[in-house]
């Protein structure tokens, strides 16, 4: 029984999941900014928008008990910097806000990070210091993607996209963070944003 359960649940999550991205890849991108925010990094630091302006960066959405596809987004992410690095690249931020920030402390975020082939740590802010209720009205009303908790588990919904936010906090495009990530796509929209 719990193992069918569990299979409706994974089956429940990949079609939201998919559902999610094409609505996205449908969806206008940044019609407006990203709203004030002032949260708590994985380095115990305040991260608002206004640190962040004036810089463009990348946004994603994951937890640090997520079984399926943070990890692969998290090595996806690492992929990208690792492009950003040899290419030179060097003005941007990574920003990921926890979709769990009840269990997801600065300090398990940061021990969270060391799991993973960083290239520039420095360049990261994995956020938290809200409730669930608040990063779900936040990724929904600013990126257009979508957080829900599981009730029969450990696990929160959410979606696989990377969003690329400009220098005055502006979401100028999305990608999928999950599987096919167009890493050479991502440098290059962030070289013209750099150039702007």
Known sequence: ???????????????????????????????????????????????????LKGTPWIATFAFTSCETVCPPMMFNMTEIQEELKASGIEDYKIVAFS???????PEKLKEYLTQFSVPDESKWHMLTGYTPEQI????????????????????????????????????????????????????EDLENLIEK
């Not at 089956?11 to 004030?36: E, N, P, T, Y």
Request: charged share 25%; net charge negative; hydrophobic share 35%.
């Open 1 to 51: 029984m719990r193992q069918t359960n569990g299979g409706t649940e994974l089956r429940f999550f990949f079609l939201a999941v998919i559902g999610l991205s094409a609505i996205l890849i449908l969806s206008a991108c940044g019609s407006s900014g990203v709203k004030d925010f002032s949260y708590t990094d994985h380095r115990n630091e305040t991260i608002s928008m206004e640190k």
């Open 99 to 105: 979709v769990d920030p009840t269990v997801d402390t």
């Open 136 to 187: 779900t009205e936040f990724a929904s009303e600013n990126f257009e993607s979508f957080v829900k908790k599981d009730p029969n588990s450990n696990q929160v919904i959410h979606g696989t996209s990377f969003y690329l936010v400009d220098q005055e906090g502006k979401v100028t495009n999305n990608y999928d963070g999950f599987k096919d990530v167009p890493v050479d796509e991502i440098r």
